[in-house]
């Protein structure tokens, strides 16, 4: 079983609004998430990393959040535009080894 | 490099044959992943290494998959008898564990297809 599991598998938005991604892991003992953003045909780009301490921390119209006691993060897009359609793929590290784990990602597909 | 580098980018191959893929990794990243993502499904782990330690092959789906590592430099990913439903993009991610921010660094992809 995956470690790192990640909802909705997809969506479709309308240009403007916003959305929320969810990511929920067992990884432990935890060091640290990032979230990263994958266009089409490229690898996938880290936008934001989380540590034990941070609830929340934005980059641009993206604010990540942390809840380290249950084991959930989010990924908030506000005002979306059609450059972040995209996969967005939750990744987490253990503290003892550094080991990387991946979620399988969310397909998001802005629309006009 | 300057980034990881993968390679062929783009591979057809006929279904039966064998196909292996290269992955460079960042200098100095010691940690290498494996990951294939089929046409619009996500990630999916294939094999972890990190130094010279035995190797996480945990994802690798059957025994037609296999890869290598020598020391911290190159790997390889190789499929054997490929089948169609081997089409995908193989990802190859490299970082530097150790580092608590390490931050995975992804090639660009090798895409896969059996026909």
């Known amino acids: 079983k995956n470690q790192v599991e990640q909802s909705p598998q997809s969506l479709i938005i309308l240009e403007g609004k916003n959305c929320t991604l969810q990511?929920?892991?067992?990884?432990?003992?935890?060091?640290?998430l990032r979230w990263y953003k994958q266009d089409t045909g490229r690898g996938p780009v880290s936008l934001t990393i989380?540590?034990?301490?941070?609830n929340t921390k934005s980059n641009g119209r993206y604010t990540a959040t942390l809840d380290a006691d249950t084991k959930q993060s989010s990924l908030h897009i506000t005002a979306s535009q059609l450059s972040d359609s995209a996969s967005y793929i939750c990744?987490?590290?253990?503290?003892?080894?550094?080991?990387?784990?991946f979620g399988a990602g969310t397909t998001v597909t802005v629309r006009a | 490099g300057a980034g990881v580098s993968q390679s062929p980018s783009n591979k057809v191959t006929e279904k039966g044959k064998d196909v292996e893929l290269r992955c460079d990794p960042i200098?100095?990243?010691?940690?290498l992943y494996w990951y294939r993502q089929r046409l619009g499904q996500g990630l999916e782990f294939l094999i972890y290494?990190?130094?010279?330690?035995?190797?996480?092959k945990s994802g690798l789906p059957s025994d037609r998959f296999s890869a290598e590592r020598t020391g911290e430099s190159v790997s390889t990913l190789t499929i054997q008898r490929t089948q169609q439903e081997d089409s995908a993009v193989y990802l190859c991610?490299?970082?530097?564990?150790?580092?608590?921010?390490?931050?995975?660094?992804f090639g660009q992809g090798t895409r896969l297809t059996v026909v």
């Open positions: 991610a490299s970082s530097i564990p150790g580092l608590w921010v390490a931050e995975a660094f």
């Open positions: 990511c929920n892991y067992t990884v432990s003992p935890f060091s640290n």
């Open positions: 989380m540590t034990f301490s941070e």
């Open positions: 990744v987490v590290s253990r503290s003892n080894d550094y080991k990387l784990s």
């Open positions: 200098s100095g990243h010691t940690a």
């Open positions: 290494f990190q130094g010279n330690s035995a190797p996480d």
